[in-house]
């Protein structure tokens, strides 16, 4: 036999209402889920509504608050480690335009010390 329990607010007041449904011969119902969720609750600091139903619609509520801040959170990891790709990308390609106008400038400069080396010697 089974017994409805409203108004438990805690573990203790759990235990001590299966406890006396035990003692007249029945229990409380889903007795091991309502008491994993009012531990749950406990770590969480969160309060009981005082009924199975309502604790249980909670923790569901809750718990897909958690993965939606999880998923927020995830999304918001990936975008920064985009745009942080995207920040050495762009440094990489400052990188490559700036040795090309390095190489550019020594290839220019050596030339004209070439040919000044050249009209030097002409001019001897």
Do not use: C
């Not at 609750?41 to 509520?61: M, Q, W």
């Not at 745009?83 to 220019?108: F, H, R």
């Amino acid at each position: 036999m089974s017994m409805r329990i409203d108004g438990i607010e805690n573990e203790d007041e759990l235990k001590r209402a299966q406890a006396a449904a035990q003692a007249a011969g029945g229990s409380v119902p889903n007795y091991q889920e309502w008491a994993d969720i009012l531990s749950d609750f406990k770590i969480a600091g969160v309060e009981s509504t005082g009924t199975y139903s309502g604790d249980k619609a909670l923790r569901e509520e809750l718990e897909k608050q958690v993965e939606q801040l999880l998923q927020e959170a995830q999304e918001a990891q990936k975008a920064q480690e985009a745009q942080k790709n995207n920040g050495v990308q762009e440094s990489t390609q400052n990188d490559k335009e700036q040795e090309i106008k390095a190489n550019l400038a020594n290839a220019t400069s050596s030339m004209i010390m070439a040919d000044y080396m050249k009209y030097y010697h002409l001019m001897s």
